[in-house]
């Protein structure tokens, strides 16, 4: 009886790690506003779209996490604080990025900060 609990927790645990423990990030907000269609509820697709944009900015996919988080607000749910909060993340990323890349432009100019 232990062997068969113990085969089957070993079962168990593999196919999570094949699996993933979460759904994989979609190559655009395109894609995972298509693959969201397929979902039953509002909620569902709410929950799967903010997942894929707070994958998309933990990618520094920073415009595919502000459409996607756009999507939910325009089309499920215009209340979304969350995707009002996964826009505000992308955008303050965007920002520090783009002032890295002025300060870094200014260095290369010899303009001094």
Sequence with gaps: MKNVVFTVAVLL?????????????????????????????????VDYLAGQAKAFIN???????????QYILSNLDSNSQ??????????????????AKVDEAKKKLGLGQ
């Design 82 to 99: 969350q995707a009002r909060s996964l826009i505000s993340q992308a955008k303050d990323a965007l920002a520090i990025q783009a002032k």
């Design 13 to 45: 645990c593999v196919s999570l790690v094949l699996v993933g423990c979460g759904a994989n990030k979609e190559a655009s907000s395109s894609a995972a506003i298509e693959k969201s269609q397929a979902l039953a509820t509002v909620q569902q697709k």
């Design 59 to 69: 990618s520094k996919q920073y415009d595919q996490a502000v459409s996607t988080a």
